[in-house]
């Protein structure tokens, strides 16, 4: 009989601010492929840290057989993935909201995929033959041909799952962890991804772990479950078991008293009310020889709620930064705002405080741990961080907003201490908080449970009843879209 791959006895972190609620027992089995599972904020990624020593447990507490591998450090045979749409390193911090779209910030220095692709396939093994091979094969499945010569800045949010993916598999680990890898992917390309890792755990001995807020994206190679609830590790259980007795997705989470809070909030005397919230007019984008958006016309007229859509690099987020003036080629498009011609003289920041936004990059951004409530606060102001204090009156409105996010007491807590999800929330509460005339939300249930995925649609459809709000929102994901959507546009990625 077979050691168990991992096994964790009563396990306890050594640093008591990071224990869970509960010791720790869990094995993993040859063979097995695990989906970790549970509410924002029940301890998903804390758990995988004592799994890969990153929170290293108390001795005699777990053990390693990686058989048939030869490596013998746990860092050469567990590979994490956090997919947290990096640009550069996991711990770099020069990273802003619109360097994904400045063309000035593109120069000799900057990689290209394929030579970030090429740095990665090296320093994770020799240069043979049935290694390139390898990489070929991986590069084909995941076709990433059209990207090799990309600026790594410019990807988009899923083909940066892509590049990282890909370049963690040069490694070609025992177990490799991934959280959350099927957000920000089409549809196509999650099938795809699906697809392929069953085909390398089969032909790789690679057994894969992911961590999973939506429970619905459990793929079918999965063999066993693995749920945490309040800092506690439940026992392991198949994953037929789990489908037939999980809870059923929630129809309705916000309260009758938040949602009349929100119908009863007053109108603004200082909202712009145009007719035409948005004017776009033979609109093109490129980067070099690579055109993003080409030629496209579109107005949003005031009340209308579209959902945005298309491929991963179809530039759907690059359309959403013209709006925002997050991009510097808007200036040199035909496009109006609210009535207001770009560079006609309206100062953008005028513009902004009608415009509630939040999406990957703008999660990506934010690396500073302030108390989350003053991450709210930000959005009164149009910053990243803080630099202005609000007065009491707006810290209240921000803490009427956490409240009806599902954040009601964690308003002093510092955001890179909070979850993903947890942080997602605050983000969505920072757009909603100045009340904007257009709300423009880039795929914001990014890693939210079930039960948050509903009360951000429940507070999105709430909002949208009230006289003088446009939606604009982009999601891979035709069930998160809101009842309240009117229209539709998808992009095509021009190659």
Avoid at 59 to 68: D, K, L, N, V, W
Avoid at 406 to 411: A, D, F, T
Avoid at 458 to 475: A, G, P, S, W, Y
Wanted: net charge negative.
């Amino acid at each position: 009989m077979q050691e168990p791959v991992i096994r964790l006895t009563k396990g306890v972190t050594k640093n008591p601010e990071w224990a869970m609620a509960q010791p720790v027992d869990f094995t993993l089995e040859p063979g097995e492929h695990i989906a970790i599972v549970g509410p924002n904020g029940s301890g998903k990624t804390m758990f995988v840290d004592m799994l890969t020593g990153k929170h290293p447990v108390l001795p005699q507490t777990i053990e390693y057989h990686f058989a048939p591998s030869e490596k013998t450090l746990v860092s050469d045979n567990i590979k994490y993935i956090a997919f947290r749409d990096t640009y550069g390193g996991d711990n770099d911090r020069t990273y802003f909201l619109q360097q994904r779209w400045n063309q000035m910030e593109i120069d000799a220095e900057t990689p290209t995929v394929e030579a970030k692709l090429e740095e990665a396939f090296m320093w994770a093994g020799n240069d043979t033959p049935e290694r390139r091979e390898y990489q070929r094969h991986l590069y084909q499945l995941f076709a990433m041909e059209h990207l090799l010569d990309k600026y790594i800045i410019l990807l988009s949010s899923g083909e940066l799952r892509k590049f990282k993916l890909v370049s963690t598999l040069f490694c070609e680990p025992r177990i490799l962890i991934m959280d959350n890898p099927f957000i920000g992917l089409d549809a196509g390309t999650r099938d795809q991804l699906s697809t392929l890792l069953d085909t390398l755990s089969k032909e790789r001995a690679l057994q894969l772990m992911l961590v999973l807020s939506k429970s619905d994206d459990i793929p079918p190679f999965i063999t066993h479950i693995v749920e945490l609830n309040d800092g506690v590790v439940r026992p392991k259980m198949t994953r037929d078991d789990y489908l037939a007795h999980r809870a059923p997705f929630p129809q309705r989470v916000l309260s009758e008293d938040d949602e009349q809070a929100i119908l009863s909030l007053p109108d603004s005397d200082q909202d712009y009310h145009a007719d035409e919230v948005i004017r776009m007019n033979e609109v093109t984008i490129r980067y070099g020889k690579r055109t993003i958006i080409k030629d496209l016309n579109w107005t949003v007229k005031n009340g209308e709620r579209w959902a945005l859509s298309g491929q991963n690099g179809s530039g759907k987020s690059t359309l959403l930064s013209l709006i925002c003036a997050d991009n510097p080629q808007s200036y040199a498009c035909d496009i109006a705002l609210f009535g207001f011609q770009r560079g006609s003289g309206e100062s953008i920041w005028d513009i902004k405080k009608h415009i509630g936004y939040v999406s990957p990059e703008m999660h990506r951004a934010y690396q500073k741990d302030l108390p989350a409530i003053r991450i709210v606060a930000s959005g009164l102001k149009d910053s990243v961080g803080l630099y202005v204090k609000p007065e009491p009156q707006e810290y209240e409105v921000c803490r009427r907003w956490m409240d009806i996010f599902g954040l009601k007491g964690m308003y002093d807590r510092p955001f890179l201490k909070l979850s993903s999800g947890e942080q997602r929330l605050v983000l969505i509460a920072r757009a909603f908080v100045k009340d904007p005339e257009l709300l423009i939300l880039d795929e914001p249930l990014h890693g939210l449970d079930n039960r948050n995925r509903r009360l951000v649609k429940d507070v999105i459809e709430t909002f949208c009843q009230r006289r003088n709000k446009t939606l604009i929102m982009v999601t891979h994901y035709q069930e998160e879209l809101p009842r309240c959507i009117t229209h539709s546009l998808f992009l095509e990625r021009h190659t």
